[in-house]
């Protein structure tokens, strides 16, 4: 069945570096949107970043621009979270998830959450002194 699996978080201190992974099964990532999002205690779900399944026109959170980078490596069914210059504020449980179908956010993603169906468990970072 299908199945996402969210790895790479950790303890960081602030301008540190992680790479977090999204590894999918029972279904081929290159042909789904994806979105990353993360929820930190107390807050609700944000969008942090996501690419459409035409592959086209990434989207970045305000907070997270130029810092983070979201890619694809098809080979290996996985997309990608490159976090750079981590600060105290990117402290969250991250999470991945895709549409319902290849069809869904084909052309343009979205940092909704309402918009995507399957969900990964979540890897927490944390970013302290």
């Known amino acids: 069945q299908e199945q996402l699996v969210e790895s790479g978080g950790g303890l960081v201190q602030p301008g540190g570096s992680l790479r977090l992974s999204c590894a999918a099964s029972g279904l081929t990532l290159e042909y789904y949107a994806i979105g990353w999002f993360r929820q930190a205690p107390g807050k609700e779900r944000e969008g942090v970043s996501c690419?459409?399944?035409?592959?086209?026109?990434?989207e970045y959170a305000d907070s997270v621009k130029g810092p983070f980078t979201i890619s694809r490596d098809n080979a290996n069914n996985t997309v990608y979270l490159q976090m750079n210059n981590l600060k105290p504020a990117d402290t969250a449980v991250y999470y991945c998830?895709?549409?319902?179908?290849?069809?869904?956010?084909?052309?343009?993603?979205?940092?909704?959450?309402?918009?995507?169906?399957?969900w990964g468990q979540g890897t927490q970072v944390s970013v302290y002194s």
């Open positions: 690419i459409s399944g035409k592959n086209d026109d990434p």
């Open positions: 998830a895709t549409p319902e179908d290849p069809i869904s956010l084909y052309y343009y993603c979205s940092l909704s959450p309402d918009e995507y169906r399957s």
